[in-house]
T-cell receptor
Framework: GQQVMQIPQYQHVQEGEDFTTYCNSS?????IQWYKQRPGGHPVFLIQ?????EVKKQKRLTFQFGEAKKNSSLHITATQTTDVGTYFC?????????????FGQGTTLQVKP | NAGVMQNPRHLVRRRGQEARLRCSPM?????VYWYRQLPEEGLKFMVY????????ESGMPKERFSAEFPKEGPSILRIQQVVRGDSAAYFC??????????????FGPGTRLTVT
């Protein structure tokens, strides 16, 4: 079945350093969504990318969708302690036209002050 | 504007008991999704429901698990005869639409189920 993989699984950075997580799908995605989950919390929607090669920015966060629509990345510039959490990418299964999402296993970010 | 509500937030059950998890979607949302998250893992889709209809239950275990979203009241995820492996966080999400499109999903705070 369709798989969505994320790397790295864990990342420890010093506050102020940059951070990137990568997401790869085994099949082409119609769109990709990113969520953030704080420790002990619930996933919170960050953004959705739809177009091939799309780049979107939210303050220090930059999201990219690959040209082939099979991969995506999230880059955080100058991390802060508030960035701590697990970042998930998610996309709809190829065979489904419902809102069902397949989630990657997430990248957990730790930021040392 | 209340978000997605789930209760209880924490639930402890002994092996063999039943667990009932409730989810009220955001106001105006008629599409509900249930996900399971094991410690240190991602979210696994379980079931997608609209009012009075199960649209996609491809992620639901064939036995002991059932879900409903009645015309009135919250969506219910029911686990019969719980086993230790059912211990997990169960998240409900809602969206304003589902079929034929992909909208962002709004997650509830989750129910942490512990089976002793």
């Amino acid at each position: 079945g369709q798989q969505v993989m994320q790397i790295p699984q864990y990342q420890h950075v010093q506050e102020g350093e940059d951070f990137t997580t990568y997401c790869n799908s085994s099949t082409t995605l119609s769109n990709i969504q990113w969520y953030k989950q704080r420790p002990g919390g619930h996933p919170v929607f960050l953004i959705q990318l739809v177009k091939s090669g799309e780049v979107k920015k939210q303050k220090r966060l930059t999201f990219q969708f690959g040209e082939a629509k099979k991969n995506s990345s999230l880059h955080i510039t100058a991390t802060q302690t508030t960035d701590v959490g697990t970042y998930f990418c998610a996309g709809p299964p190829r065979s489904s036209n419902t809102g069902k999402l397949i989630f990657g296993q997430g990248t957990t970010l730790q930021v040392k002050p | 504007n209340a978000g997605v509500m789930q209760n209880p937030r924490h639930l402890v059950r002994r092996r063999g008991q039943e667990a009932r998890l409730r989810c009220s979607p955001m106001k105006g949302h008629s599409h509900v999704y249930w996900y399971r998250q094991l410690p240190e893992e991602g979210l696994k889709f379980m079931v997608y429901l609209q009012k009075e209809n199960i649209i996609d239950e491809s992620g639901m275990p064939k036995e002991r698990f059932s879900a409903e979203f009645p015309k009135e009241g919250p969506s219910i995820l029911r686990i019969q005869q719980v086993v230790r492996g059912d211990s997990a966080a169960y998240f409900c999400a809602s969206s304003p639409s589902g079929l034929g499109s992909s909208y962002e999903q709004y997650f509830g705070p989750g129910t942490r189920l512990t089976v002793t």
